[in-house]
């Protein structure tokens, strides 16, 4: 890994340096969410193919938000990014999309047209009603948004529903992602039960819904939650679940997964679950924005992340849910002390029932619960508004208590440098 950022790191001089643009792939990712071992391997890759070299300078971010706010108002050149659903369905809105051109690559190497499942295809044609995203984005990831929570404190039932991100049992042991798109779907899932019981109104209607009054209402609830809040963090949540810091994680299910598998390792029991009431189910697509300077290797690079093997690789490193269709990754997660699950509506017919972790991939009926969340466009704003009223008072509490310790041990300093300088006065 530091191996890599020094790489990374010098990549990006020789890039300052006035180096040849059409030799470097500006790769811009989710901190955690890929086998960092690929990327070198990418170059040699690429060159084989086409004789040309490439560098990958690789670099990160947390949350859709500020990579979107890069591209958008900063017009950066990233050749290839990684945004959630309703963030492609807004890049797409404002023209920010290049269309991908995989007729380029010779079919011998093209990953992407062998391995692509149908599923995936139609959950890329909802995300944008009136542009295919299929035209402009190859899936990477998916997931659920859920509960991680420690089995010795927590039971099943409790963390089977939203409302335990406001239990008072488990008060100063709450994470909550910093994501508020993810976290406002599945509290006003939670608030609006009654609704979605009586059918007067649907999920779907819910991922569309930023009116003012269920904003208010989001953040009333939210209000009630963050005094029981241990951080609202963007990716230190599965550490802290690791090390029994926390005991209940809004997050996601690739996070739950890694947290899982390394909590094990250190006697902590963690589990995941998707509540009862229902939640959010995303996916995460390569696409070129339309800043790019280099849409050759970047096309080049979605392929041969679509290749079976490198998919299977960045699963086991990150504990997320590769898009990729081919049976063979699948495959490669099959555990027959696993029960099996259900898994025809993406790998088709002969998955009906599969051995794998249902962390890993939501069962049928989980899915059925879930909803993909769609772009607010304008009205983004005041759900960002709203975010940072619920966790600035957070902030603001915090600061006045610094700023009260500073200012004491200001006064401090001047009365005791006083005291010394009236001493050394009467000495003299
Ligand atoms: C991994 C980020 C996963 C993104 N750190 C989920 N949309």
Known sequence: MKKFLILAALSAILLSCGSNRDQVLKVYNWSDYIDETVLPEFEAWYKAQTGEDITVVYQTFDVNETMLSKIEKGHEDYDIVCPSDYIIERMLNSGLLLPLDFASIPDSINYIALNKSPYIQ??????????????????????????????EKVTAEEAGTWDIIRNPKFAGQILIKDAPRDVYGPVLIYLKQKELQEGTVTLQDLMQ???????????????????????????????????????????????????????????????????????????????????????????????????????????DETGYVSANGAFEVLESQIDDELEPIDLSYFFGPEAAAVCVDPVLYPDKSVIDRCALEHDWGKDTDKLLAMWSRVKGDNASSMTYVIIAIAFIAIIAAILVSRKNKKRRHKRR
């Open 209 to 315: 819904d930023s009116s003012d009054e269920s904003i208010a209402a989001v953040e009333a609830y939210l209000k009630q939650v963050k005094d029981g809040v241990l951080g609202w963090e963007a990716d230190f949540g599965k550490d802290q679940m690791t090390k029994g810091r926390g005991v209940v994680s809004l997050n996601w299910s690739g996070d739950a997964v890694w947290a899982i598998d390394e909590a094990a390792e250190v006697g902590v029991s963690l589990d995941y679950i998707v509540p009862e009431e229902g939640s959010t189910v995303w996916f995460d697509g390569w696409v070129i924005p339309k800043y790019a300077k280099n849409t050759k290797a970047a096309t080049y690079f979605i392929d041969f992340m679509c290749r079976p093997d490198i998919a299977i690789r960045n699963m």
């Open 122 to 151: 139609q959950v890329f044609r909802d995300i944008n009603p009136s542009i295919d995203a299929n035209d402009y984005s190859v899936a990477y990831m998916w997931g659920t948004t859920g509960i991680i929570y420690n089995t």
